[in-house]
């Protein structure tokens, strides 16, 4: 059955008998009648393989090399791959993965302690600016009560210098003996 397919070549068919009834009796005749009889099928019109010269594809599928995987030779005749090579080959990929896994572990080791002192850093860093940013909250609290005190000083010295033109009024109202001396503020020198 295997050799059909090996060739390429149909296998011939074989007319079959058709089934006897169990109602009629078969006689040797008939069974010859029917088994010796073959019919051969035509293969019928072979498809024409299209062949495309310009295809820049196929044409680089087909520059490719041979390649044979693991023994380096084409497995002719049902030969055997060497169990020893095979397992020499997958002990050394074993080896090869156990060194690069151990690498592996070394460098997130050394990242993982690497970011634990940047976090730390980090943490120092923070604290810092915090306190900073208090130390400039009562820097910028004091710059507001300076100005708010900046602010009381100019409505007193306005006040006072509306009062003074009163009170030379009520001084001058006085009788001489009792006026009281007149009061130089200063303070005209700087409005103006």
Not at 87 to 115: G, I, N, P, W
């Amino acid at each position: 059955m295997g050799s059909e397919q090996s060739t390429g070549t149909p296998p011939p068919t074989t007319a079959r008998a058709p089934p006897v009834r169990s109602n009629t009796i078969a006689t040797p005749e008939a069974k010859s009648k029917f088994t010796t009889k073959i019919t051969v099928v035509s293969e019928g019109k072979q498809k024409e393989k299209v062949v495309i010269n310009n295809d820049s594809e196929l044409s680089k599928l087909k520059d490719i090399p041979w390649f044979f995987p693991i023994s380096g030779t084409p497995q002719l005749n049902n030969e055997r791959i060497n169990s020893k090579l095979v397992s020499q080959l997958c002990l050394r990929y074993h080896s090869h993965l156990t060194q690069c896994a151990d690498a592996v572990a070394f460098d997130q080791e050394s990242l993982a302690k690497r970011v634990r002192e940047i976090d730390s850093d980090v943490n120092q860093v923070s604290v810092m600016v915090t306190e900073k940013q208090k130390k400039y909250d009562k820097v910028a609290e004091n710059f507001q009560k300076i100005d708010d005190i900046c602010q009381i000083m100019q409505k007193v010295e306005s006040t006072m210098i509306s009062l003074v033109p009163v009170m030379e009024q009520l001084n001058s109202l006085l009788p001489p003996e009792d006026r009281l001396e007149q009061v130089d503020t200063g303070l005209s020198a700087t409005i103006g």
